[in-house]
């Protein structure tokens, strides 16, 4: 019996060794225990607010309940106590909204959460709780559920989920956003007081119906270099890869009753190339208008395998949305927000300009990051290259390399993390990526690296990718390299935090 005791608490040990060499640190984590979608994003006071869902007692899927955290500048994060605690129903995904002229009658200002409280897989319903003292702590509604089934439904739907709700002002109404994911459905009410309200429209079965429809969010998303305006839905959904989740968006007019979608009703449009990225919502009240989202990194189909450990689960960087006019129409530009780029903590430490790039190790050297989180802006004009690219979190002790490429005849920026550390799960490692035509014949890369993630922005946030890797400790080398040729870079400036 003793024999067997020890074994099993050697075995533990092994499972549970902690891995502070894969924490981000400009993207949020938990402390410990599983996360999952980011929930009622909000700007408040000073304080940008993170709600996310969260199981308070271990570190898979369960228990739900919405985790808080605050920061001051989208960067640093202060984690405060669960905010609103499972009890006969799980906390699901939903919004927070600043109840400015008191509508609710729970007082001017009033942070006001709606929710889906789901009644362990049986139906769900949409619940709201509300707090007058800056989110620290929550009273859920007396009269709760505030929508109990669906506009169109005899009786409540096992899947109804979801809430998102922004102010239109025109109507004078409070907008929610709902879905029923496995009818690929989106349905729009209407509130005066954030407590009763009133079916509008359904938006359905367009874009991508290969997965069910999560986390809808409408906002009203600036026109790049003009005072104009159009509507964006975002869904989550699959993604632009067969059988794995990702996000589509849809652009549009919203007349405070329907949304009408500006393109066929067959066209697919994708948030991010990545693998890891998901449920991504905006912030209600962001300072100047701005339109900022934030989403959860990881993908369902490996979720609670990450090995990660005490936490599972993390967020991405939050991101400044606009719409850019194409030949194809408007379409989404994201990159990171100002105060993420513009951090003070950021130290440049490289800068070079003009140089010619060919072979596998490009330019015959290995550089090395002194920090394990750093930025890259790199621009390349390809000469006769026919593949370019970067190779990250590479170790001289071993092959483990990540590559971000781009395949000039092919016009493909793609990923490739078949060789980049840990292989978490079968589907993790992969190579992959998407369509991306050069600007004027040049490829220009912004790329934050942070311990455990690569984002990646294209050509001013026209193409994104998002992507988890678990490199070995110590990964910091990486190259630069170009096949069949040469290419230009143009200029490359590097930054560590």
């Not at 400015?100 to 319903?125: C, L, P, R, S, W």
């Not at 002194?370 to 890259?376: A, E, G, L, N, V």
């Amino acid at each position: 019996m003793k024999k067997i005791i020890v074994l099993f608490v050697f075995i533990s040990n092994i499972v549970l060794a902690q891995t502070p060499h894969w924490r981000p640190t400009i993207h949020f984590s938990p402390q410990k225990n599983w996360t999952n979608d980011p929930n009622g994003l909000v700007f408040h006071e000073g304080e940008w607010h993170l709600f996310f869902q969260h199981n308070p007692e271990g570190d898979r899927w369960g228990n739900m309940s919405w985790g808080h955290a605050v920061s001051t500048d989208l960067v640093n994060w202060q984690e405060l106590p669960v905010a609103i605690p499972q009890d006969s129903v799980w906390i699901f995904s939903g919004c927070v909204v600043v109840d400015k002229n008191n509508t609710a009658g729970f007082g001017a200002n009033a942070m006001v959460a709606i929710y889906t409280a789901d009644y362990h897989g049986k139906k769900e319903n949409q619940h709201l709780a509300y707090s007058t003292d800056k989110g620290r702590t929550w009273t859920k509604y007396a009269k709760n559920p505030i929508i109990a089934i669906p506009y169109g439904s005899k009786v409540p739907e096992k899947d109804f989920r979801d809430p998102n709700i922004i102010w239109h002002e025109p109507t004078k109404n409070w907008i929610m956003s709902v879905v029923l994911p496995k009818q690929f459905k989106t349905q729009f009410y209407a509130s005066k007081d954030l407590k009763n309200w009133t079916f509008l429209s359904d938006f359905a079965k367009q874009g991508d119906l290969q997965k069910m429809w999560e986390c809808p969010a409408l906002i009203e998303v600036p026109i790049e270099n003009s005072n104009a305006t159009a509507w964006v839905l975002l869904i989550s959904s699959n993604g632009p890869y067969q059988d794995y989740v990702g996000m589509q968006y849809f652009v549009g007019e919203f007349d405070g009753k329907n949304f009408k979608n500006s393109n066929s009703a067959d066209t697919k449009l994708y948030v991010d190339f990545g693998r890891d990225y998901y449920a991504a919502v905006p912030f209600y009240d962001a300072p100047d208008k701005r339109k900022i989202t934030l989403g959860w990194m990881s993908s369902w189909q490996y979720a609670e395998k990450l090995p990660s450990n005490p936490w599972r689960g993390q967020m991405t960087l939050p991101r400044e949305i606009v719409l850019r006019r194409t030949q194809d129409g408007l379409r989404l530009a994201q990159k990171p927000t100002k105060e993420v780029l513009e951090s003070k903590t950021w130290k440049n430490v490289m800068f070079l300009e003009n140089l010619n790039v060919e072979g596998e190790d490009g330019m015959g050297i290995t550089m090395r990051s002194h920090s394990d989180t750093y930025k890259i802006e790199i621009e390349f004009e390809p000469l006769d290259s026919k593949e370019f690219g970067l190779k990250l979190l590479k170790k001289t002790t071993n092959n483990n390399e990540t590559i971000i490429g781009y395949s000039v005849s092919n016009e493909q920026l793609y990923f490739n993390r078949m060789n980049s550390g840990d292989r978490v799960a079968d589907e993790f490692p992969a190579f992959y990526g998407g369509y991306l035509k050069m600007n004027k014949g040049r490829l220009k890369m912004l790329i934050l690296v942070d311990k455990s993630s690569i984002e990646t922005f294209v050509n001013d946030g026209e193409f994104t990718m998002t992507n988890l890797v678990f490199p070995e400790e110590g990964s910091r080398d990486w190259q630069i390299f170009s096949r069949g040729g040469k290419v230009k870079v143009v200029s490359v400036n590097i930054s560590e935090w």
